[in-house]
C-alpha cells in the first residue's frame, strides 16, 4: 500500500512536471523568437575592442541574467539518461532558453540606452540551489557585454 | 578617412537556425524509450537471478537453513496425534531418496485443510487436513510430499526468489524496509511453491509412497476430497491444478491396483479421533 501511495506520488510529480513544464517552454520559446525579432538591430558580438565602425561609439556596460529551475519530469528522464549516458536534451533546451533570455534581457537595457550594438559579450553560469539530495536544482546564466552607443 | 554615417545600414544579427543546441524532439518520446530500456534490464535482471538461485540455492546446506520459532502457529495439544504423525514419517524416512535428511513435522491446530513445508526441514501439517483423510496411506501421501519438498530445496528456493525480487523492488523504489529475513515464521511458512515445484514433489512423493506400503492405494485421497470442495479455498491458491495432479497419480506406473488383497493402512486411534473431533467441529 505505502509503495502504491509513493508511486502515485511520483506519478502526479511526474505529470505535473511534464504538463507545466511542457507548456512553460513553449510559451517561453514564443517569446524568445519574438523578442529575438525585436532586438535584431543590435547587434551582437563576442569581439574584445571595437571594431571601425564603432570609433564615434562610448561603451557601457550592460548585463541580463535569468534564474531557471528544472521541472520533476526534465529531473526523472535526465537521471535515467545518466544510467546510459549521452545528451541529456532535456536540460540542453533548458540552459538554451536561458541563455537566450539572459541575451534578450542584456538587448533590452542596451535598447533603453540607445545602444546599437553589444560587443564583448560573455556568459556566466552558477548553481545556486539544489546542492542536497533530491533537491530541484536552479541555475543562473548571467550575459553581460559593452553596450556601443553612438556619441553623436 | 571618412567616419560612417549614422544612416548608414545598422548591422543585424543573423537568423540562426533552430535544432542546434536544444535538439526539437518530443522529450516524451526519449522518456518512454528509457523507461522501456530500464523496465527491460531490470526483467533480464530479475530473469537471469530468478534462473541463478533456482540453481544455486540448494547448495546451500539444509542444517544453516534458519530454525523458525512455531509461536506463531498454535500446536495440537493431543500428544498422541503428534507421535503417530511423527511414526508415519518415522516410516517413510528409509523409503526417501534422501534418508540422511533431519525432518521436523508439526500437527497445528488449524481448521484449514493444508500442509506446508519450509526451511530447516519442518513440515506443518493442520489438523484440519485429517477430514479429508480415509487411511494412513493418504496422510502418508501428503507428508510424503512435504518431504519431497523439503528434499528438493523448494523452500530455500522460494526464499531466495521472495528476497531478490524484494531486492529489485527495492533498487527501483529506493525504500530500505527489507523484511525478508527479519520477517516473522508466519511469512516464512507462507513462502509458495510454482507447479513445477508442486508436480516434482508428487513425483518424488510417489515414489517413496511405494516404497513404503507396496503400493500407491489411497494417495488420491486428499486431492480427491479436496477437488469436491469449494473452489475459493486457499488451498487452490497455493496448490494449483489438483484434477491434473490427481490424474497423474493414477498414470501409467500409478495405476491403483485393483487387487484389493493390497489393502489400506487405517488410520491410528489418536489420528482417528482427532479427526471425528474436526468433523464434529465443521458440522
Redesign the interface.
Known amino acids: 500500500m505505502a509503495?502504491l501511495i509513493?508511486?502515485g506520488i511520483f506519478l502526479c510529480l511526474l505529470l505535473l512536471g511534464?504538463v507545466f513544464g511542457?507548456r512553460a517552454e513553449k510559451k517561453h520559446y514564443q517569446r524568445i523568437f519574438e523578442g529575438?525579432e525585436k532586438?535584431?538591430?543590435?547587434?551582437?558580438s563576442s569581439e574584445r575592442l571595437p571594431s571601425?565602425?564603432y570609433?564615434?561609439h562610448h561603451g557601457q556596460l550592460v548585463c541580463g541574467s535569468v534564474v531557471i529551475a528544472v521541472d520533476y519530469?526534465?529531473v526523472?528522464?535526465a537521471g535515467?539518461?545518466s544510467?546510459?549516458g549521452g545528451?541529456l536534451?532535456?536540460y540542453?533546451?533548458l540552459?538554451?532558453?536561458a541563455?537566450r533570455e539572459s541575451i534578450l534581457r542584456m538587448q533590452e537595457q542596451a535598447s533603453k540606452l540607445g545602444a546599437?550594438?553589444i560587443i564583448n559579450i560573455k556568459f556566466e553560469t552558477s548553481r545556486i540551489s539544489g546542492t542536497e539530495k533530491k533537491a530541484t536544482g536552479s541555475i543562473e546564466v548571467l550575459a553581460y557585454g559593452t553596450a556601443m552607443m553612438?556619441k553623436? | 578617412m571618412t567616419?560612417?554615417k549614422?544612416t548608414q545600414k545598422?548591422?543585424?544579427?543573423p537568423r540562426i537556425p533552430e535544432g542546434i543546441?536544444?535538439?526539437g524532439?518530443h522529450?516524451?518520446k526519449?522518456?518512454l524509450l528509457?523507461?522501456f530500456?530500464?523496465l527491460g534490464a531490470l526483467v533480464a535482471l530479475a530473469i537471469l537471478l530468478s534462473v541463478f538461485t533456482k540453481y544455486v540455492s540448494p547448495y546451500y546446506p539444509l542444517e544453516w537453513e534458519p530454525s523458525i520459532s512455531f509461536e506463531e502457529e498454535p500446536l495440537e495439544k493431543n500428544i498422541i496425534a503428534q507421535k503417530s504423525l511423527k511414526d508415519i514419517l518415522n516410516k517413510l524416512i528409509p523409503n526417501s531418496n534422501a534418508p540422511g535428511i533431519l525432518y521436523k513435522i508439526h500437527l497445528v491446530d488449524s481448521d484449514i485443510a493444508n500442509a506446508f513445508a519450509t526451511l530447516g526441514g519442518n513440515i506443518f501439517i493442520n489438523s484440519g487436513l485429517l477430514s479429508h483423510i480415509e487411511s494412513e496411506n493418504g496422510l502418508a501421501m501428503v507428508i510424503a510430499h512435504e518431504m519431497a519438498h523439503v528434499q528438493l530445496r523448494h523452500p530455500i528456493q522460494a526464499l531466495s526468489k521472495t528476497a531478490l525480487y524484494q531486492l529489485i523492488?527495492t533498487l527501483v523504489?529506493g525504500?530500505s524496509s527489507i523484511t525478508t529475513f527479519a520477517g516473522p515464521a508466519g511469512n516464512l511458512t507462507l513462502l509458495s511453491f510454482n507447479r513445477d515445484m508442486e508436480r516434482d514433489a508428487d513425483k518424488v512423493a510417489i515414489d517413496t509412497l511405494k516404497a513404503t506400503y507396496g503400493h500407491t492405494k489411497g494417495a488420491a485421497e486428499f486431492f480427491q476430497s479436496m477437488s469436491h470442495e469449494d473452489r475459493g479455498l486457499e488451498f487452490f491458491n497455493t496448490h494449483p491444478d489438483v484434477d491434473k495432479r490427481i490424474e497423474f497419480l493414477f498414470s501409467g506406473s500409478n495405476k491403483q491396483p485393483s487387487d484389493l488383497a493390497q489393502a489400506i493402512t487405517p488410520l491410528s486411534e489418536a489420528l482417528l479421533s482427532l479427526k471425528l473431533d474436526k468433523q464434529l467441529d465443521t458440522e
Open positions: 509503495i509513493q508511486l511534464y511542457r529575438e532586438y535584431r538591430n543590435i547587434f551582437l571601425g565602425d570609433v564615434f519530469f526534465k526523472i528522464v535515467l539518461k544510467i546510459f545528451h536534451t532535456t540542453e533546451s540552459l538554451d532558453r541563455r546599437d550594438a553612438d553623436r | 567616419a560612417p549614422p545598422r548591422k543585424q544579427n543546441n536544444a535538439s524532439e522529450p516524451l526519449e522518456f528509457l523507461v530500456a530500464v523492488t523504489l525504500d
